[in-house]
């Protein structure tokens, strides 16, 4: 986590990491009559720009992540703009016991492809699920490697096919599928674009 205590100070200096999260929150919101979820978790939260851009239309979220200081930095902005429906957790589900805490949503952006053993933090997920609560997955479609400009990471995006049976596996049914934003980054002197998607599965019982 170190690659990203560094990076928690200017973070949100991107405005294009902004304007990300206001999309990706509309597509949501768009997806989800997010009205009737009374609790909701951020996993891999980062600055909390997803859940900020969220904080109007739900009602309690817990933003957790491993990196210190990126949720230092949520910590001080919660102060900054006076939000109170906000609960920051320095927290790994896969290296720390399981939180007490159920949900009616989890959402992740941008990190699942960060992670070596999806079906592990997605059989995670189900558990703290209430019962007919979703999970929202936001991350890349596959892709050539060029996003981390061929750094080693544990995934190069996901393929549908791929990311919906491991949903099934781990016993949360796909409801929805839809691209909901394009990134664009410069690649080899050119423009690139990266689609993201947003997955909706669904805790049925």
């Known amino acids: 986590m170190a690659e990203f205590d560094k990076k928690a100070a200017t973070w949100d200096d991107d405005p294009a990491r902004v304007d990300r999260a206001e999309v990706i929150a509309d597509s949501l919101a768009e997806a989800l009559d997010l009205s009737k979820i009374k609790t909701a978790m951020e996993y891999g939260s980062g600055t909390g720009l997803l859940s900020f851009a969220l904080r109007n239309r739900l009602s309690n979220i817990v933003l957790i992540d491993e990196s210190s200081q990126m949720i230092e930095m949520v910590k001080k902005k919660c102060v900054t703009m006076n939000v ?3 609960t920051p957790l320095e927290y790994n ?3 720390q016991p ?4 159920k949900f009616d949503l989890i959402y992740i952006l941008l990190t699942l492809h960060h992670i070596e053993d999806t079906g592990d933090l997605l059989n995670k997920f189900y558990q703290l699920l209430n019962p007919g609560g979703y ?3 936001i991350d890349l479609e596959k892709e050539d490697g060029s996003f981390h400009e061929h ?4 995934h190069n995006g996901f393929d549908r096919d791929y ?3 491991k949903l099934i596996e781990s016993k949360l049914v796909p ?3 839809e691209v909901c934003y394009e990134l664009e980054r410069d690649y080899d002197k050119e ?3 990266y689609p993201l998607f947003l997955l909706l599965s669904q805790k049925k019982s």
Do not use: C, D, G, V
């Not at 399981?98 to 805490?101: D, K, L, R, T, Y």
């Not at 750094?151 to 544990?154: E, K, L, Q, R, S």
């Open 84 to 86: 109170t429906n906000f």
């Open 93 to 95: 589900l896969l290296k």
């Open 98 to 101: 399981m939180p007490e805490n």
């Open 135 to 137: 999970l929202a997955i």
């Open 151 to 154: 750094n080693t990471h544990f």
């Open 163 to 165: 990311i919906e049976s």
């Open 175 to 177: 409801t929805r599928y």
């Open 191 to 193: 423009k690139q674009k």
